[in-house]
Each structure stands twice: as structure tokens, then as C-alpha cells.
């Protein structure tokens, strides 16, 4: 199988062609909007952290940021830092820089004297780089290409029984046809991480897939909590769902039957093609920021309460096989699964018809969280703020 992408230098081809308006920080976030709101085909994010942060905070700052920009859906970057953050706009310039040969260019806020002077020189920069990005054009590449995201958010009695499985039948068929799938989350797997693990390649990532569940909890407790204070969640014990367990077993359907190759830190890069999984929060946003930044050009949703979310740089595609959730949302909701839960298809027959779907969304159709312009992005701590 193959879609139309952007062929980049490094690796994968993107299916996007977006200019990156990329703050240092979250006090450089505002300027980014200003100046992204100012140049069509660029894309900015607020960042919520970047400052004030012990050692492994910034370190996962700085994986997402680089993570951001060396996406193969960027055509190139705009940086905007203030200029008193943790790592300032020049020495991100120069780690990207040494991760491709995108164009990069940078700014200070402070040092250029003030959001105006910034924006000057950040809109005229940003104006190129869209003019040259509209000068490549898609070419056919083969479906190995793609890196799909799997995530599921608001997950109801539906959930693990239709969306989830269906999800799962188009991880399988995207990795026989040679393209990888990421499923995250690693928190709700606690209480089916064993069923989980059996999939593993190798005896030293069923252990990992163990550890990652076990180390969580060994985290939380530190800190005086438990997870199942948090899980399932308010919203996931109205929709149906009585224990983490239960959630879990739903949960971890969505990647799919096909061995797990490789196991992940939050995001970090694969350097395997296949199934693959990530150690990250339960919180959706979070997630998929980590998803993506682990280069991640598209990601698929299952809910079953419902959910507006999407990616600045991702198209997020939203399905699910709750039918009032579907009527009542359609606004946000990209696909109904619910002909599963009514008995009319099976959970393999619209796994088909997502691949079908993806294949689409790869060729440029535009998720409803796209049109929107909806670009959520939440960035996970190991502690507070110092």
C-alpha cells in the first residue's frame, strides 16, 4: 500500500507540511501564538514549562521540543525563547540543528527588546519558510512510512468490547503491511500488563513491560498515592467501567495482537519497525504529546464519552462504538464504530474500514480536530516546580 507524503531527508516522509512556531518556554508561548496567528501554514504550541524545573524535568522538556521539531511533518522551525529559561532559544537551535537539516532559525525576546521586535523578525523568517515549504510537493512512499499513534481517552463500557478491538484489527493490518503503531499508557495497563507482556518479542521486553508497572506504582507510592484513587476515572465508572482491571483489559486491545518489538520511554524515538510500546501517563493529552514527539505523524482515538481533543502537529482521528456519544458529538467524533455494538459489522470488518479511513487521512483529508485547529499539548513531570 502506499499514501502521498513529503519525503524528508532523515527518515520517514511526513504527511503534513507544517512551519513550527516552537516557544522555549511557556513565558515565550504568547509571542509564538502572535506570530503564527500571522502566517498561514505555520503552527505554534503553548508550552507550559521550560523553567524552574530540576534536572529530569528539563530533560523530558527538551525530548519534546526536539521530539516537535524533527516530526516529519515539519517542513522547518521558527524558535522563540525569552532569554532567562532553563535552555535558551540558541542551544535548542543547535541540538535540532544537529538532528536535521530542516531549516531552523531562532530568536530571543529579551534580547531583540520586546514580543514586537521578536515578531518582526519571527513573521518575516516564518513567511519564508511557508513560501518554500509550498514548493514541495506529496509523492507516493510506501505505507512503512507511517508511524500511528494509538490512544483512547473518556473510555466507557464500549471501549474495550468495539472501538478498542477494531483499533487493535488496524494496528495488525498496518503492521503486516510493514508500518508501525505506538500504544502508550502504560498505566492503564496495571492489571493486564501480564496479558500484555505475552506479546512481547523477547523475554527482555516481557520483563520491561512488567517493570514499567510495577516501577509506577513504586512511583506514586513515594509520593503517598495510588493510582486507583485516579483510575478509573470519574467519567470511566459512569460510562460502565468498575475497576482498573477491567479498564486495562479494554485499554490494551487497542494495540493490536502482532509481538511487541520494542518498549519505550516517553518520547523517545523507535528505532524498530512493527508494534511497539510506551511507558507514559494515562492522561490523554499528555500521551499523544509524547506520541508525537517520539515522531508519531498521525494518531487514532477511541472514546466512549466523547472527547474535542487534537495535535498541532498530528491529525488526531476520533472514533467511537457509542452511538449517543456519536449523535450527541459529531462535531468531534470522526468515525462511528457503533454498527459493532449493534451487532450489523464485526470489530475486523471496521478495522478494514479504518485502514481505509488513515489511508485517507495520510493523503491529506482533514480531521474535525485539524479543521478546528485544536492543538492540545501537556508535557509530563517527574516533580514539582522548583
Known sequence: MQIWGYKRPEGRAGIRNHVLILPTCACASETCRVVSSQVKGTKNIIFNTGCSDVAANTEMSQRILTGFATNPNVYGVVIIGLGCETVGHAALRDKIKKMTSKPVVSYGIQEEGGTVKTAEKAIRAARKMVMDASLQQRELVDISNLLLGIECGGSDATSGIASNPAVGELSDLLVDLGASTIMSESIEWIGGEHVLAKRAASPALHNAIIRICERYEEHLKLAGQDCRAGQPTPGNKAGGLSTIDEKSLGCIRKGGTRPIVEVLDQAVKPSKTGAIVMDTAGYDIS??????????????????????????????????????????????????LSPIIKGTKTFKECGKELLEEMKDVCNGKMTKAEIYGFSDIAVDHICRFV
Open 287 to 336: 500521551s499523544v504529546t509524547s506520541m508525537v514527539a517520539a515522531g508519531c505523524s498521525a494518531v487514532i482515538f477511541t472514546t466512549g464519552r466523547g472527547t474535542p481533543t487534537g495535535n498541532a502537529i498530528a491529525p488526531v482521528y476520533k472514533v467511537t462504538a457509542n452511538e449517543n456519544t456519536y449523535r450527541r458529538m459529531e462535531d468531534n467524533m470522526d468515525f462511528d
